[in-house]
């Protein structure tokens, strides 16, 4: 099946905002084992629009993205109509439901840009909008399927997985299968080697593997003809070989998932963070619910605070440096003795740019955990930009408490 | 100038990576008042590739990225070469370049990738690659440029700003110029109105407003033959408008600059947070060089950590809540007495999606900030999802402390 995106908006095209919606609708669809043939960003301009349509016409589905507003830069209904040849009207029953919308909210519109967050091209369906006022627009076009849907994600993302994804669904002949795995807390080449090893044998399966933010995703997908015990087998094998460090369905990050483990236990948590500045807390607070695992946690950017809040010693300091085991060790002890918890992470590192010295070059940190009966600190050498080497300490320390709760069975 | 650009990779196609070099050579561009005119994604396949180059033939410029790699699918190299009927070579200097580029690092490559790595387009002039092994590669096709660049952020952004920004630059014959100020600390609707009033009878000028991460955009812009001394002007009036509003161009962030604001005030800060979980302690060290203006924070996530902690009264949480004035208050109380800095932020709010009541409704945030003879405690009210709430949280309480600073004049 040939799918293609157009997306509108000159905020794509200046760089005023990131297209995050490509990557959202495309990994939808890579998890039902679809693809997207080509995506295509123009500005707010009917020729421009009219061109990608001619060149995108001939999709099997065609998805535009954007131009739904009620403003005159808003284009996508009228192109889309006018390259049909199709009327646009004003619907009665949807501006109603605008209005109501808008009344519950206790906001308003004016009456020109109602009419037009009103207008529909003849022959469309309408998809449901729950966060905001324009409707996407359904148009079959003999077997071909053309979906006019908004750009903010929080209006795109619910109307796409609700409403249009069955519809895409509907439309294959035969489905390829797939299953999406992820491991938290192990490297991608152990990983890849245990999961191919876990799956050999298994005949008529397409094996992908790929780095997202906190873990590694696999996928699995499976011809319609083929086997059709297959995934079931794989899904098997792969539980046994990874276990708990395969990421459930319900957790939507690794944080999510240390929270999940901490709770299951019994166990709250609180970190003690240097270098990166309060991003693990900030992470293990990302999901709701996330007062039933963490209590707290202190940022000792200074080594002041460090002594102060945490009681690490001057001495340490002074003989080991900010960064050394001997350092993580003593935050560790703070957290457990001053700050009483049950279970916590400590790191210290050189983010960079500055700061490196040959002994400790930048990408050094030290990360440590504790959990009842247990601890571990170790350094690590992380390599890229100080974004980067921030965002490898706060996986790391996550990973690093769920290696702890899981291999000593908390 | 008709500019164009391809982007390669299935990746982007299957959300397994957000497309962030088209916003950025997008924003680069418009900030020297040029447009791109379309851009096109496509996947690791020879075809697809092709089509995208036929319809972007005709272009001033075309923009290739990524699929520069030396593994099978990196198909860029070749399928320019084909189009174009132009031979492909091994470039023995390139090679002895990458080699040591490896060696440096402590790296190698195998030889059948070295020899991919190390091929270059016939005629193609390369631009040098600071962060990796695949240089650029510019081919001038009659007064079309046409330039091949990696995807990896981290290499194509100093390369497109050193060495290829400046060539597109030449080929401008009437440079649209440009300035862009950025505005932190007020809504945009104030800023919108307050910029238009300022550069009212400045005649030829093109206004553009857009928010922002963390602050507010303006742009102008100038054809060549208006007014050359308009945007001087502009720029003279808006510095008298917005005053220390103005973020100066060093700050990458609202975050940066505030730091800047307490460097020069030989002020440290330090954070007490609850709903950001330490967003704001991580924004604040964001940047390189941040020892200089904070010294730590912590993130009173539990009650009992608001009260042992930070000293919070019991009586104030039972009485007032934890997302209250009398509890912000009481935080600020304890960054200062127990934690003894001269300036601070707390934070107290309902993030969501749970944990709203009819009087203090999901997005209900209390902020504070004190600096020197001065303190503020406000109540905000800001909608969207958690991750939302929680960033327009971690701006506004920069911003209050910025305000702060700015209006007693520390």
């Not at 009419?115 to 148009?139: F, K, R, Y």
Request: glycine share 10%; charged share 20%.
């Amino acid at each position: 099946m040939n799918i293609r995106i157009i997306c509108i908006g000159d905020e794509l095209l200046s760089g005023d905002t990131v297209n995050t919606n490509l990557a959202f609708i495309g990994e939808e669809l890579a998890n039902h084992g679809l693809n997207v043939a080509a995506e295509t960003c123009v500005p707010d301009d009917m020729d421009a629009i009219h061109d990608a349509i001619r060149q995108s016409d001939g999709a099997d589905v065609l998805i535009f993205i954007g131009g739904l507003g009620p403003t005159t830069d808003d284009l996508t209904r009228a192109a889309v109509a006018s390259y049909l040849g199709f009327q646009i009207r004003v619907d009665e029953s949807l501006k109603q439901h605008i209005i109501s919308y808008l009344g519950e909210r206790r906001r308003n519109m004016a009456d020109a840009y109602l009419d037009i967050q009103s207008q529909v091209i003849d022959t469309a369906e309408l998809l449901p909008n729950n966060n905001g006022t324009a409707p996407g627009q359904l148009i079959r076009r003999g077997n071909a399927l053309w979906a006019l849907l908004p750009g903010p994600p929080r209006e795109i993302k619910p109307m796409f997985i609700n409403f249009l994804l069955p519809k895409i669904l509907e439309k294959c002949d035969s489905i390829v299968e797939t299953l999406t795995v992820r491991v938290c807390a192990l490297p991608e080449s152990i990983v890849e080697s245990k999961a191919r090893h876990a799956i050999e044998g298994i005949s008529g399966l397409h094996f992908a593997i790929c780095i997202k933010k906190d873990c590694i995703m696999i996928r699995l997908s499976k011809p319609a003809d083929s086997n059709p015990q297959a995934l079931d087998l794989a899904k098997q094998r792969l539980q046994k070989e990874f276990g708990h460090y395969l990421l459930p369905d319900e957790c939507l990050t690794t944080a999510h998932y240390l929270g999940i483990l901490l709770k299951d236990r019994h166990l709250m948590m609180a970190t003690a963070e240097s270098c990166t500045g309060g991003g693990i807390a900030a992470a293990m607070t990302d999901t709701a619910g996330s007062s039933e695992w963490i209590v707290g946690g202190v940022v000792t950017y200074a080594n002041e605070w460090k002594m102060n809040v945490l009681g690490v010693h001057e001495e340490t300091l002074q003989r080991h440096g900010a960064v050394s085991e001997a350092t993580v060790h003593q935050m560790l002890d703070g957290l457990q003795m001053r700050f009483d918890v049950q279970a916590g992470v400590a790191v210290s590192g050189i983010a960079g740019p500055g700061g490196g010295t040959p002994e400790k070059p930048v990408g050094t940190v030290v990360i440590g955990a504790f959990a009842p009966h247990w601890r571990c600190v170790k350094t690590f050498h992380f390599s890229g930009l100080r974004d980067t080497v921030r965002q490898r300490t706060v996986n790391a320390a996550i990973n690093l408490l769920i290696t702890g709760l899981l291999e000593t069975n908390h």
